[in-house]
């Protein structure tokens, strides 16, 4: 199973960075262990003093693709969730300084936290018109709607799947709206899917 994570995908995330809005969509990779448990809470990993939340609509693949045109890439999915891609802001940073791969900031155990999936039929919503948003204390940290999204969940699928064969299993993070913030010991985090909360846990 993969985990594949979008970058830059909502224009105001980027310009809050100070991000080049990007031509063509920015992918990474999350391993397996980057799942954070259920029931369990995000541990602040020891080897950042800066770990941001960025809440992001998850697609769920659930057929075998390679080479997907975006006419056909909605066959691929039926079912979608809500995750944070935990990022390491200041080793990131030092990344970038440096010319390196992400992968000590985005890809860490529990970096990858994931509600339980929905489908779409369910939610009566077209992929483009899913609002979602974050809570953290109580209080509205990060709000989107996938119609924001620069590059639409079937163009992502369409890309990734160059350069990756999907499986079933596979999970996009499909990017991630403004808002993205430090976490810190005792908060609690809250998402929100078309105003109904489907997953919580605490930061330690």
Known sequence: MKIICIGR????????????????????????????????????????????????????????????????????????????????????????????????????DGSAAVSKFFSLESLGKDIQNIHFHLEINGNTVQQGNTAMMLFPVNEIISHVSKYFTLKTGDLIFTGTPAGVGQVKRNDLLELYLEGKRVFYFSVK
Do not use: M
């Open 9 to 108: 995908n909502y224009a105001k995330h980027a310009e809050e960075l100070n991000n080049p809005i990007p031509e063509e969509p920015v992918v990474f990779l999350k391993p397996e262990t980057a799942l954070l448990l259920k029931k369990h809470p995000f541990f602040i990993p020891e080897h950042s003093n800066e770990v941001h939340h960025e809440v992001e609509l998850v697609i769920k693949i659930n057929r075998l693709g390679k080479h997907i045109e975006p006419r056909f890439a909605h066959k691929y999915y039926t079912e979608v969730g809500l995750g944070i891609d935990f990022t390491a802001r200041d080793v990131q940073a030092k990344c970038k300084e440096k010319g390196l791969p992400w992968e000590k900031a985005k890809a860490f």
